[in-house]
């Protein structure tokens, strides 16, 4: 996608924000001035964009994670929440109009298979791994629960304080991980996950 057109996007959900319109892909398309065949071009369905949207917001502040020495999780935490804090409006309207828990369910999702993906300590065999499964989407959807309850302001704790109980009642699989991310044998995976954040950067700069 050109940045040019991902700029249009961004912009026209920013301006039915600000009007209070019903977020649809009609009204999408309408404020972005694309049309509803180059939407369909780019993203399955409403939650897709919303999902898409919520990367976009979320991958700048996500570059930091790797400055972060206390923990990749808590710096990702601290990441996600200092994102929802610069985007509260936006992503009160998402929660409010997810009645079908679309972007609820690629967010937990999504999560899930990014751990799976990287962390070297989920090799189980399958009810092992049918637990883990169990396990990392249980936290996430409470990870989720906290998401909401911060952009609708009825959590009253810091970023800080919020990352660190996170961070504490992570999956064991996760703790063990996270512990160990900063040992030499470890480096290939941060390094990766580094690189591919990274790239998509400097995609984006290019398109400029």
Excluded at 64 to 91: C, D, M, P, W
Aim: one cysteine or more; hydrophobic letters at 40%.
């Amino acid at each position: 996608m050109r940045y040019s057109t991902e700029k249009n996007f961004i912009d026209g959900l920013e301006k039915i924000i600000i009007e209070k319109k019903k977020i649809n892909v009609m009204t999408i398309c309408e404020a972005s001035g694309i049309s509803r065949q180059s939407f369909y071009k780019y993203f399955i369905d409403l939650d897709d964009f919303m999902f898409w949207v919520h990367k976009k917001l979320f991958i700048d502040s996500f570059v930091t994670i790797f400055a972060n020495q206390s923990g990749f999780y808590r710096g990702s935490f601290v990441s996600l929440f200092k994102a929802l804090e610069k985007h509260k409006k936006l992503y009160c309207r998402l929660f409010e109009q997810d009645s079908r828990n679309g972007f609820r369910n690629i967010f937990v999702e999504t999560s899930v298979l990014f751990n799976l993906k990287y962390n070297s300590h989920i090799n189980a065999d399958k009810a092992e791994l049918e637990r883990v499964i169990f396990s990392l989407n249980l936290f996430f959807r409470g990870y989720l629960y906290y998401m909401e309850e911060f952009v609708n302001n009825r959590l009253h704790y810091d970023i800080d304080t919020i990352a660190g109980y996170l961070a504490n009642t992570m999956p064991d699989e996760l703790k063990k991980w996270d512990s160990e991310l900063s040992v030499e044998a470890d480096v290939h995976i941060i390094e990766k996950m580094k690189t591919e954040w990274i790239l998509l950067k400097n995609a984006e700069a290019l398109c400029k």
